[in-house]
């Protein structure tokens, strides 16, 4: 038993002796300063330590938290964008508002001129429709039978002869363009009471032009010269004006030369309109005119 007592002992002590070097080693290293700071050893070496393992620790945290802000950072971008678009937007809008009210307004007031300079009574109107069927040849108004329109009455913007009423309801009316195929109207090249050209407008199959027929071939006729109404088809009073002519085709002396009017009053794009308020007076009768006229039995 003590043999094998001192056998163990004996195995013992070399890790005792191990564990008592280490420890003199750590207290002598934990003791040992550096001659230029006075630091301890160890100290310096576990901030070594910290330091190598604190530095990527520290650059991954540091990228990590920049990939964050930046995406932070894009988002806020992106929200302040969508809001900079959604302002640049509503500022068009309102800048189209603008030009529409600006538009609405001198088209008004063009309308105000036309009710003071013209001899007749205007009613203001607003187009409420056309018909894209024929050419845009026909138009609706929002002025009917309640406001004094009437059939025939003549449609006019400040620009010159719009048309005539074709159809009426209360509320609304029908007006059938001077562009259209069918439409016939008394005209004159120049002023009424100095010219006497005379013929008839009518549609042209084309949106925005007019024919002038039953021109005579020997009556000159120049380009740029203005078209106005003769009153004589008994719907429209005399004086209007139509156009503007902007060709003349002529054959010879004795065939009647067709003129090309461009109409002066902007038909596609209008808005506005005036109905004037204009009843032609009556036609005296036929053997009335003619003087000694006998009627006859019937």
Do not use: C, H
């Amino acid at each position: 038993m003590i043999e094998r007592s001192q056998k163990e002992v004996w195995k013992i002590t070399p890790w005792i002796m191990v564990a008592l070097l280490l420890g003199n080693f750590v207290l002598m290293a934990y003791d040992a300063r550096q001659t230029e700071t006075n630091q301890r050893v160890i100290r310096v070496w576990a901030q070594t330590v910290a330091d190598f393992v604190q530095s990527p620790v520290t650059s991954i945290t540091g990228a990590v938290t920049g990939y964050f802000r930046s995406i932070s950072s894009l988002r806020t971008a992106q929200d302040e964008n969508d809001a900079y678009k959604q302002r640049i937007q509503e500022l068009e809008v309102e800048v189209q508002n603008a030009k529409s009210l600006k538009n609405e307004n001198e088209r008004l007031k063009s309308l105000l001129e036309l009710k003071e300079t013209s001899k007749y009574k205007i009613l203001p109107a607003q187009i409420i429709g056309r018909d894209a069927s024929a050419w845009f040849s026909t138009s609706i108004i929002n002025r009917g039978s309640l406001d004094g329109v009437k059939l025939n009455m003549p449609v006019v913007t400040n620009g010159g002869l719009v048309g005539r009423v074709t159809a009426v309801s209360p509320l609304t009316a029908q007006i059938d363009l001077i562009t259209k195929e069918k439409s016939g109207v008394g005209a004159v090249v120049g002023e009424l009471e100095t010219s006497n050209t005379l013929g008839v407008i009518t549609g042209s199959g084309q949106r925005d032009l007019l024919e002038m027929g039953y021109v005579p071939g020997n009556v000159e006729v120049s380009v740029g010269e203005t078209v106005f109404t003769t009153g004589q088809d008994g719907i429209y009073p005399p004086g209007l004006k139509l156009g503007e002519v902007i060709e003349v085709k002529a054959e010879s002396a004795t065939i009647p030369q067709l003129i090309v009017v461009r109409p002066s009053a902007g038909l596609s794009s209008m808005q506005e309109v005036a109905v004037l308020l204009y009843e032609p007076p009556p036609r005296p009768k036929y053997e009335e005119t003619l003087p000694n006229a006998v009627k006859g039995d019937n």
